[in-house]
């Protein structure tokens, strides 16, 4: 966890919501063990992070010509295409072998809405095997 010198904290790591808010009240109790006044309020989710594999490889370079209005891809800079889904409002990080990351959720849903979104754009983008 991180503590600011204006009390906030942001907690990371955590498996799920529950395991998070938890997580924040420990340290919060530990702060007030060490006697300052700590209190547990306005806790709310920031960022929810989550991974995947479609197990195909992707063509990359034909996503972003064919996004362009979603997509930023230089392999120069970055191995993965980014890709900034309007609705829900989630970036993708989209690599070569199938794998993808999913972040900017306030909620579990939206990362399953924009796995659901993604995937037939995915499988469009399926590089074929010689």
């Known amino acids: 966890a991180l503590i600011f010198a204006s009390g906030k904290m942001v907690c990371t790591g955590a498996k799920s919501e529950q395991q998070s808010k938890l997580a924040a009240r420990k340290y919060a109790r530990i702060i007030q063990k060490l006697g300052f006044p700590a209190k547990f ?8 992070v989550g991974s995947c594999d479609v197990k195909f490889p992707i063509r990359l370079e034909g996503l972003a010509y064919s996004h362009g209005a979603f ?9 993965g295409l980014i890709y900034r889904m309007k609705q829900p409002k989630i970036v993708l ?3 070569v ?8 959720a306030k909620v579990r849903d939206e990362t399953y809405t924009a796995f659901e979104n993604i995937y037939p754009v995915l499988t469009e983008f399926r590089k074929v095997q010689q």
Do not use: A, C, H, M
């Not at 309020?41 to 929810?48: A, G, L, V």
């Open 93 to 95: 990080l989209i690599f």
């Open 41 to 48: 309020k306005d806790f709310k989710i920031q960022n929810i």
């Open 71 to 79: 997509s930023s891809y230089e392999p120069e800079l970055f191995p």
């Open 97 to 104: 072998s199938g794998k993808i990351v999913i972040t900017g």
